[in-house]
């Protein structure tokens, strides 16, 4: 395994075993849940917003290290952009897992994810969280 890979898949293990946002928000304007019922993944986002602004965001969910760390690492990259500015990262993001492009700089350690690509069947977990933020944001 090369260095980059092993670095990310730390950071997968990491914001699996230890991820961010996570856990109730009470009074969550927003709750939307989404499936991935190939793997048995499931996410539930709560959002707080102000129109404008994701202003707080948590994740609930169980399933594969994939799902939930690019839940975790989701949240924590949207959390205070405006929804035109999260739905940029989601393409952005969608292109580096679904089309192959390499990873935007915007995405961060979401760059971890860059391998889901060519492993097609784990495409869907991935981009859970990502297609569970989508229709709430508008
Ligand atoms: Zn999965």
Redesign the pocket.
Known sequence: MGLLEELYREIILRHYKNPQNYGELPGARLRVKGE?P????QVELQIETDGQRITELRFLGQ?????QASASLMTELVKGKSWEEALALERKFKAMVVDGAPPAPELGDLAALSGVHRLPA?V??AT?AWNALEPVSY
Not at 63 to 67: D, F, N, P, Q, R
Request: charged share 20%; proline share 0%; aromatic share 0%.
């Open positions: 991935n190939s793997c048995g993944d399933g594969c290290a994939i799902s784990r869907k977990c859970l």
